[in-house]
């Protein structure tokens, strides 16, 4: 049978940068492996920048969204029915930030896939400087996807003081709490650079499998979720980096949590990845010029006064 593994982590916590670095790991042991981008958005910006990976040992797929949850979970089964007979040896699943983890496991135990799959291990990549206030929906889903992990992978460490990644350890008790979850994290947290992660390291994490944990399920989690897209936006690196900085530091905005997308600048592609306390901008070899805000309760139509874009054409 072909083992699923889960990446999983809210929004901005580094999914798509351990993906990257598990992937070519697992290659390098001589794995056949699927990388299944499913995203709730109608672009799916992540699944540009594994574009690198492509080759003899490594393909991608794609599930976008721009559908009901109902849909989507639909999209989600026919998508991985279509990969049960190409001869993976794993599939690498890395789904939204903001994604309900009981749909994986409810997924995987459908048939006819638990005749094809079985889930192999629940990732959960969690930001060492995790905010100490989030929003109720925020902290259960932090909760919920490390509620199941089979380890839970510190990102930033070595940008985050002791005393932050120790504030991070005290908020995950707390979202725990609220969701009347008893089970213990500390001995499957893994809190350390990721450069120096060791091949001991990865035979944990590939060893790591989940561990289901009983929780209370909030209802409608991800209805107060909402992404802002815009194509074709035609700005300089400057201008850009000035219009996402001002959009991030205006509260009539809403609750920003994360804006990624790409630049096109001249013969080059710069990625994008900025939150309210970082901004990174780098160059990558593909890219498509989309730009995505998400966050809760956004301003829709006052985010687009930045960027002088009224509605989205697909």
Same mark, same amino acid.
């Given at each position: 049978?072909?083992?699923?593994?889960?990446?999983?982590?809210?929004?901005?916590?580094?999914?798509?940068?351990?993906?990257?670095?598990?992937?070519?790991?697992?290659?390098?042991?001589?794995?056949?492996?699927?990388?299944?981008?499913?995203?709730?958005?109608?672009?799916?910006?992540?699944?540009?920048?594994?574009?690198?990976?492509?080759?003899?040992?490594?393909?991608? =797929?794609?599930?976008?969204?721009?559908?009901?949850?109902?849909?989507?979970?639909?999209?989600?089964?026919?998508?991985?029915?279509?990969?049960?007979?190409?001869?993976?040896?794993?599939?690498?699943? =890395?789904?939204?930030?903001?994604?309900?983890?009981?749909?994986?496991?409810?997924?995987?135990?459908?048939?006819?896939?638990?005749?094809?799959?079985?889930?192999?291990?629940?990732?959960?990549?969690?930001?060492?400087?995790?905010?100490? $206030?989030?929003?109720?929906?925020?902290?259960?889903?932090?909760?919920? $996807?490390?509620?199941?992990?089979?380890?839970?992978?510190?990102?930033?460490?070595? =940008?985050?003081?002791?005393?932050?990644?120790?504030?991070?350890?005290?908020?995950?008790?707390?979202?725990?709490?609220?969701?009347?979850?008893?089970?213990?994290?500390?001995?499957?947290?893994?809190?350390?650079?990721?450069?120096?992660?060791?091949?001991?390291?990865?035979?944990?994490?590939?060893?790591?499998?989940?561990?289901?944990?009983?929780?209370?399920?909030?209802?409608? $989690?991800?209805?107060?979720?909402?992404?802002?897209?815009?194509?074709?936006?035609?700005?300089?690196?400057?201008?850009?980096?000035?219009?996402?900085?001002?959009?991030?530091?205006?509260?009539?905005?809403?609750?920003?949590?994360?804006?990624?997308?790409?630049?096109?600048?001249?013969?080059?592609?710069?990625?994008?990845?900025?939150?309210?306390?970082?901004?990174?901008?780098? =160059?990558?070899?593909?890219?498509?010029?989309?730009?995505?805000?998400?966050?809760?309760?956004?301003?829709?139509?006052?985010?687009?006064?930045?960027?002088?874009?009224?509605?989205?054409?697909?």
């Amino acid at each position: 049978m072909v083992k699923v593994d889960l990446i999983t982590g809210f929004l901005g916590s580094g999914k798509s940068t351990f993906l990257k670095k598990y992937a070519s790991y697992l290659i390098g042991k001589g794995e056949h492996i699927c990388i299944l981008e499913n995203d709730f958005g109608a672009v799916n910006v992540d699944m540009l920048l594994m574009q690198d990976l492509l080759g003899e040992h490594c393909d991608l =797929e794609m599930v976008a969204g721009g559908c009901d949850k109902d849909c989507h979970k639909r999209r989600f089964k026919t998508k991985l029915i279509s990969m049960g007979m190409r001869g993976f040896d794993r599939v690498l699943i =890395e789904p939204s930030g903001i994604f309900d983890v009981d749909e994986f496991f409810d997924t995987l135990r459908e048939e006819p896939l638990d005749q094809w799959y079985e889930i192999g291990n629940v990732i959960a990549v969690v930001d060492a400087k995790l905010p100490d $206030e989030m929003s109720e929906n925020a902290d259960y889903l932090l909760a919920s $996807e490390v509620a199941g992990a089979g380890v839970i992978l510190f990102s930033k460490v070595q =940008e985050a003081t002791e005393q932050e990644i120790e504030r991070t350890k005290a908020h995950i008790g707390r979202a725990m709490q609220r969701i009347k979850c008893g089970r213990q994290l500390a001995d499957v947290m893994i809190c350390k650079d990721w450069a120096t992660l060791s091949e001991e390291d990865y035979q944990k994490i590939m060893a790591s499998g989940y561990k289901p944990a009983d929780h209370v399920k909030l209802s409608g $989690e991800q209805d107060g979720f909402q992404s802002v897209y815009f194509l074709n936006l035609g700005m300089t690196e400057e201008k850009m980096r000035q219009t996402v900085s001002a959009v991030l530091q205006d509260a009539e905005c809403g609750k920003i949590f994360r804006v990624k997308g790409f630049i096109r600048k001249e013969d080059k592609w710069l990625e994008l990845n900025a939150m309210q306390d970082a901004m990174t901008v780098k =160059e990558v070899e593909k890219g498509q010029e989309v730009l995505i805000v998400i966050g809760e309760e956004l301003n829709e139509e006052k985010i687009r006064t930045y960027f002088g874009q009224k509605e989205l054409t697909l």
